[in-house]
């Protein structure tokens, strides 16, 4: 028996739908055992303490796990006509609670229709939503093609959640963020009505649905860009001198000659905190690691050995490729390790200006002993919205004291000229990964006319009374601080 304390606005899936649910899906793939819901209601959303706080008690009433496209779109007609909140689930590796029902309702886990469809020769993926990046990666490669960009999660993440939920990774250093350059060509959606329909939403039209959190349709296809398959080497380079490793990195990350995935770069602090890593970083040692291509990696190990750095560890390309992976301790990784090897450590999300290290230091001494670095070095945007050039994204481990302290120290990046990405929201506007809110609004407007997909993650919802036409603010007012 469902025995989930109500949470204000919590809407409990009824006795009746229940029964229809276990004919849509099978009984198996209904789930109302509490422990099982509550596992199924959370994804990484405590990486943020103030997130913790706010999101422990939610959870869904029931959850359910399609396993083909017919039983989805079944699903989505039964929550419609009984008004059920939807919230789809992928790998729930997401960190700003995104997949967390505010309002009780229906999760439905998309894990179970997880096929890559097709690889062409000239590099389009089609994939279903709940298939694995990594899945998609290894599908990209034996036709000679890789993913653009993917994230530090792509073992458990799925490809509907990088796109609804995720930003950039692996690759973006070259072929910028996963909205940028035409990298999400296709997506196809239900909307959440009594007959589902399904749009095709194709190039700049499928980013109304990035990052949008799935309160804009049910994500049930995706098409990809790809791009030509390299041989990667990894290489770890570490030094006790932060300012030397600092420079050479700057140096390699904007080097265009040089064809790279990954530039990660991490204080010493970082580098105690990855212990499967130890042996090959010494203590007090600053650490980067790196993906460049094995034409290239030699002639950097030795370049980083001629500014009297160390170059700790080379793995040659393999295919498969071989553990350790270091692009699974960039990233949010990083952040993982840290708050594991110092708890009571949170973080920030913050974009640089191009002389990031000075800004940093700035940032820093107005916060003394709070912040640890770490940065990502991704492609940014021109002012034409084309790809730029390589820029810092850092993404410090934060000693957390209060959520005030977070909101000082974003106020204060704010001054210095560094945009920020706030990762202790679940408010799709308050994120900040992509301006084209309207866009996404209007989306929601036309597949969601009750407003059931994820509600209360959009703050502007539309308004489904008067003419129509208007928007509204919708906090969930249970939420506010
Ligand atoms: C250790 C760690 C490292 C990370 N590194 C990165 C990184 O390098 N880059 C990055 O961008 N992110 C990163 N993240 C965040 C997260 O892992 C990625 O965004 C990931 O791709 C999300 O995929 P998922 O399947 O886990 O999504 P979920 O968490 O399951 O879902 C994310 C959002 O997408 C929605 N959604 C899922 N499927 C659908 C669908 N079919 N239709 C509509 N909406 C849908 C969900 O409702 C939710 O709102 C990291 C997180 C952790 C914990």
Redesign the pocket.
């Known amino acids: 028996m469902n025995m989930i304390a109500p949470t204000p606005g919590f809407v409990t899936v009824p006795p009746d739908a229940l029964a229809t649910l276990a004919d849509l899906v099978g009984a198996d793939n209904l789930v109302t055992v509490e422990a099982e819901l509550e596992t199924l209601s959370k994804?990484?959303y405590w990486?943020s303490p103030v997130l913790k706080s706010r999101l422990d008690a939610r959870r869904a009433s029931a959850a359910v796990r399609p396993g083909s496209m017919a039983e989805l779109r079944s699903v989505l007609a039964l929550a419609y006509v009984r008004d059920l909140p939807v919230?789809?689930?992928?790998?729930?590796?997401?960190?700003?609670g995104?997949?967390i029902p505010l309002c009780g309702g229906l999760v439905?886990d998309?894990g179970r229709?997880d096929r890559v469809l097709e690889v062409t020769d000239d590099g389009l993926l089609t994939a279903e939503?709940?298939a694995?990046?990594i899945k998609l990666e290894q599908a990209a490669r034996e036709r000679g093609w890789e993913l653009r960009?993917?994230?530090?999660?792509?073992v458990?993440?799925?490809?509907?959640?990088?796109?609804?939920?995720?930003?950039?990774?692996?690759g973006s250093i070259t072929w910028g963020g996963?909205r940028d350059n035409g990298t999400i060509k296709r997506v196809k959606?239900l909307t959440l009505e009594a007959e589902p329909r399904e749009l095709v939403l194709e190039e700049a039209e499928a980013l109304r649905?990035f990052h949008?959190?799935?309160?804009n349709?049910?994500?049930?296809e995706i098409q990809l860009r790809l791009a030509p398959a390299r041989r990667w080497d990894q290489l770890i380079v570490t030094s006790p001198d932060w300012s030397a490793l600092t420079d050479f990195v700057t140096k390699v990350a904007r080097d265009d000659a040089v064809p790279k995935r990954l530039v990660s770069l991490q204080e010493a602090s970082f580098g105690a905190a990855f212990k499967p890593l130890k042996r090959w970083i010494a203590d007090g040692h600053a650490v980067a690691f790196f993906d460049l291509e094995e034409s290239c990696s030699a002639a950097m190990a030795e370049a980083a050995r001629a500014r009297g750095l160390t170059v700790s560890l080379t793995i040659p390309h393999h295919e498969p490729r071989r553990q350790p992976m270091l692009?699974e301790y960039?990233?949010?990784?990083a952040?993982?390790w840290m708050m594991k090897a110092r708890p009571g450590h949170t973080y920030l999300q913050l974009g640089m200006g191009r002389d990031f290290a000075a800004q940093a230091e700035a940032l820093r001494a107005r916060f003394p002993d709070q912040l640890h670095l770490h940065y990502?070095f991704v492609r940014g945007r021109n002012a034409a919205g084309a790809l730029g050039e390589v820029v810092a994204v850092l993404i410090p481990a934060v000693r957390f004291q209060s959520e005030e302290q977070l909101r000082a120290i974003i106020a204060a990046a704010g001054e210095l000229g560094i945009a920020s990405g706030d990762p202790h929201t679940c408010y799709v506007e308050d994120g900040g990964k992509d301006p084209g809110f309207e866009a996404k609004w209007t989306l929601k407007r036309e597949t969601d006319p009750k407003g059931l997909?994820?509600p209360g993650?959009l703050k502007a919802e539309w308004t489904v009374d008067g003419a129509g036409t208007g928007r509204r603010e919708v906090f969930p007012v249970f939420l506010r601080p």
């Open positions: 994804d990484c990486y919230t789809v689930r992928g790998g729930a590796t997401g960190n700003y995104q997949c439905v998309i229709l939503p709940g694995r990046v960009c993917y994230p530090s999660t792509w458990k993440s799925t490809v509907s959640g990088f796109i609804a939920g995720g930003s950039a990774g692996i996963l959606l649905a949008a959190y799935g309160t349709g049910v994500i049930t692009a960039g990233w949010n990784h952040t993982l990502e997909l994820n993650k």
